[in-house]
């Protein structure tokens, strides 16, 4: 059968589960909504039909072929989609627009000269100028970006759109030119998922939609099912979509006895319009009550809505992200030196242990630094290895073997421990608590807060470094239709990623920048001021205590068991 098909299908970021759900077929050549709450997971299961990211358990099928076999990605079902993600900014690489168009084209393996001449075609689709080719991509304005992104989804001719979000930053004519463009696409025979908030934009070309609720639930509509639900107004249907604004008012005439002949119910008319035709059929009934002897009433209408879904109070931190940072800090220095001054497996055994009791109460903080902790077991097991070989004569030295083994044991067990803290300490919290921990330096005229800026811009900028790279590895898997596993670049994409790569990351820089001098950083004489302050609580005392309480219980066994 044709289409999407979904079975079992579970999504994890981390440990965390973020995707859960049964089974679902959409459709071919039509075009699907997919609606519900915000962080229900519609982007993830977007992305998980896109390839770019891995499901945890269940199967992906497009149109009859699988998206996964054997743990890789197959080409061919990417080649039959079009995505475009929800932050148009995140696709950009390129130095100029032609070349983003050029990059999506490059799959089909033209040349130069052929790619040109599609260029102005996929511009004039989705409503950009031709002038927009020489300009640089992150200049176009929202509106534009998300026309762009449209425009690369399209390059390939895919059967299938998988679009987040598109009607973001839109105008009235940008919806419009959008909406045709979906409907030429259904024409052909492709059809379209579509996040959106937005559905009522949409609505009129839409075929079927999928609402996703908490708890896993999936429930999949015709757009004659949702009509008949609005129109007959079945008191067992509970539907959280809401009407059109013109559908509801036409529901709502046609349930008091008033039909608007000659419009449907779903009809996307003009406010004007409509207005028109209420006026015109009250004037018909008032003039027939007239006539009649009657005193024509005027029942007040209705202007129920649909409930907005309430957002509780902010989620609050956990225990270890509320703790002051400089407690942190000396609390893992303590354990640090305790861990480093293990001399014996034994000792190095009891400090694994000390260390995965801490690492497992904040283990969701180390979910993010999965591939470094990995890379680096994998190099210390190789460095030991190394280590150990004996040349002349040829063979192994097991206490060479065993001090290295120690020794990167000790410092992994301390990069753990600093990988989390790094997560728990956001880089402002870090940044505060580090002028105020030196304050008493500054007599000395010491510059602590350019010390304790640069660290901060140390831990902020290794996200962002990561952050950049899963970008490309997405634009590749999008948009370069490179079967890599998620987050990874081929490595013959490399050298043409490599340039855009470091380029971005001067464009990062060079914005932190601005923003450092807008916030005066940089010049002198400048008194700075202090809108937060630390205050050290006494959870934090307790803290402390129980980290000089290991140290000083490492100190004593691990001189015990030497």
Same mark, same amino acid.
């Given at each position: 059968?044709?289409?999407?098909?979904?079975?079992?299908?579970?999504?994890?970021?981390?440990?965390?589960?973020?995707?859960?759900?049964?089974?679902?077929?959409?459709?071919?050549?039509?075009?699907?909504?997919?609606?519900?709450?915000?962080?229900?997971?519609?982007?993830?299961?977007?992305?998980?039909?896109?390839?770019?990211?891995?499901?945890?358990?269940?199967?992906?099928?497009?149109?009859?072929?699988?998206?996964?076999?054997?743990?890789?990605?197959?080409?061919?079902?990417?080649?039959?989609?079009?995505?475009?993600?929800?932050?148009?900014?995140?696709?950009?690489?390129?130095?100029?627009?032609?070349?983003?168009?050029?990059?999506?084209?490059?799959?089909?393996?033209?040349?130069?000269?052929?790619?040109?001449?599609?260029?102005?075609?996929?511009?004039?689709?989705?409503?950009?100028?031709?002038?927009?080719?020489?300009?640089?991509?992150?200049?176009?304005?929202?509106?534009?970006?998300?026309?762009?992104?449209?425009?690369?989804?399209?390059?390939?001719?895919?059967?299938?759109? *998988?679009?987040?979000? =598109? /009607?973001?930053? @839109?105008?009235?004519?940008?919806? $419009? &030119?959008? %909406?045709? !463009?979906?409907?030429?696409?259904?024409?052909?025979?492709?059809?379209?998922?579509?996040?959106?908030?937005?559905?009522?934009?949409?609505?009129?070309?839409?075929?079927?939609?999928?609402?996703?609720?908490?708890?896993?639930?999936?429930?999949?509509?015709?757009?004659?099912?949702?009509?008949?639900?609005? *129109?007959?107004?079945? =008191? /067992?249907?509970? @539907?959280?979509?809401?009407?059109? $604004? &013109?559908? %509801?008012? !036409?529901?709502?005439?046609?349930?008091?006895?008033?039909?608007?002949?000659?419009?449907?119910?779903?009809?996307?008319?003009?406010?004007?319009?409509?207005?028109?035709?209420?006026?015109?059929?009250?004037?018909?009934?008032?003039?027939?009550?007239?006539?009649?002897?009657?005193?024509?009433?005027?029942?007040?209408?209705?202007?129920?809505?649909?409930? @907005?879904?309430?957002?509780?109070?902010p989620q609050q931190k956990g225990y270890w992200s509320n703790r002051d940072p400089r407690i942190l800090w000396a609390a893992y220095l303590l354990i640090s030196l305790g861990l480093i001054s293990q001399s014996s497996w034994s000792g190095l055994l009891l400090g694994?242990?000390?260390?995965?009791?801490?690492?497992?109460?904040?283990?969701?903080?180390?979910?993010?630094?999965?591939?470094?902790?990995?890379?680096?077991?994998?190099?210390?097991?190789?460095?030991?290895?190394?280590?150990?070989?004996?040349?002349?004569?040829?063979?192994?030295?097991?206490?060479?073997?065993?001090?290295?083994?120690?020794?990167?044991?000790?410092?992994?067990?301390?990069?753990?421990?600093?990988?989390?803290?790094?997560?728990?300490?956001?880089?402002?919290?870090?940044?505060?608590?580090?002028?105020?921990?030196?304050?008493?330096?500054?007599?000395?005229?010491?510059?602590?807060?350019?010390?304790?800026?640069?660290?901060?811009?140390?831990?902020?900028?290794?996200?962002?470094?990561?952050?950049?790279?899963?970008?490309?590895?997405?634009?590749?898997?999008?948009?370069?239709?490179?079967?890599?596993?998620?987050?990874?670049?081929?490595?013959?994409?490399?050298?043409?990623?490599?340039?855009?790569?470091?380029?971005?990351?001067?464009?990062?820089?060079?914005?932190?920048?601005?923003?450092?001098?807008?916030?005066?950083?940089?010049?002198?004489?400048?008194?700075?001021?202090?809108?937060?302050?630390?205050?050290?609580?006494?959870?934090?005392?307790?803290?402390?205590?129980?980290?000089?309480?290991?140290?000083?219980?490492?100190?004593?066994?691990?001189?015990?068991?030497?």
């Open positions: 059968m044709k289409g999407w098909h979904i079975e079992q299908l579970q999504v994890k970021a981390g440990n965390k589960l973020v995707l859960d759900m049964d089974s679902l077929h959409v459709p071919e050549g039509a075009i699907t909504l997919l609606t519900g709450p915000n962080g229900i997971g519609k982007t993830t299961l977007l992305e998980t039909i896109a390839g770019l990211r891995i499901p945890s358990r269940g199967e992906l099928r497009v149109d009859g072929s699988p998206l996964w076999l054997e743990g890789k990605l197959q080409r061919q079902a990417l080649l039959s989609n079009g995505v475009a993600l929800q932050h148009s900014h995140a696709q950009w690489f390129a130095a100029t627009v032609a070349e983003e168009l050029r990059y999506s084209l490059a799959p089909l393996g033209l040349n130069h000269e052929e790619m040109n001449n599609r260029l102005p075609g996929l511009l004039a689709a989705t409503g950009l100028d031709e002038d927009c080719l020489s300009r640089q991509p992150w200049h176009l304005s929202g509106g534009q970006q998300r026309r762009l992104a449209l425009a690369c989804a399209m390059a390939l001719q895919p059967r299938w759109l *998988l679009l987040d979000e =598109p /009607t973001a930053g @839109l105008d009235a004519a940008g919806i $419009e &030119q959008l %909406a045709k !463009l979906l409907r030429a696409h259904r024409a052909g025979g492709g059809g379209a998922l579509i996040v959106t908030h937005d559905w009522e934009a949409l609505w009129p070309i839409a075929d079927y939609v999928i609402e996703m609720r908490p708890g896993g639930t999936v429930i999949m509509r015709s757009r004659e099912e949702i009509m008949g639900s609005w *129109l007959e107004n079945q =008191p /067992t249907v509970n @539907l959280t979509l809401r009407m059109t $604004e &013109q559908a %509801a008012v !036409l529901a709502a005439l046609r349930q008091r006895g008033i039909a608007i002949q000659g419009v449907r119910a779903d009809e996307a008319i003009t406010p004007e319009t409509l207005a028109d035709l209420i006026v015109r059929r009250k004037m018909e009934a008032d003039s027939r009550s007239a006539k009649a002897g009657e005193t024509a009433a005027t029942e007040p209408m209705d202007s129920s809505s649909a409930a @907005l879904p309430l957002t509780g109070p694994t242990v000390l260390t995965a009791g801490i690492v497992w109460q904040v283990r969701g903080a180390l979910a993010a630094w999965q591939g470094a902790i990995r890379f680096f077991a994998g190099f210390a097991i190789v460095a030991v290895m190394v280590s150990s070989i004996e040349w002349q004569p040829a063979g192994w030295d097991a206490q060479a073997a065993s001090t290295s083994g120690l020794q990167f044991g000790k410092i992994f067990l301390i990069m753990l421990l600093g990988l989390a803290l790094a997560q728990l300490v956001t880089p402002f919290r870090m940044q505060r608590g580090l002028e105020q921990g030196l304050s008493w330096l500054q007599k000395l005229k010491f510059p602590v807060r350019t010390l304790a800026l640069t660290v901060s811009l140390i831990f902020r900028f290794i996200p962002l470094l990561t952050a950049e790279w899963s970008r490309f590895a997405a634009i590749t898997l999008a948009r370069g239709k490179q079967p890599a596993r998620p987050g990874r670049v081929p490595l013959r994409q490399l050298p043409r990623m490599l340039v855009p790569f470091l380029i971005s990351m001067l464009r990062l820089s060079e914005e932190m920048a601005e923003a450092l001098e807008v916030r005066g950083f940089g010049e002198s004489g400048v008194q700075s001021s202090r809108l937060y302050r630390l205050q050290i609580q006494p959870a934090d005392y307790r803290l402390l205590a129980a980290g000089m309480a290991l140290y000083l219980f490492l100190m004593l066994t691990g001189r015990w068991l030497s």
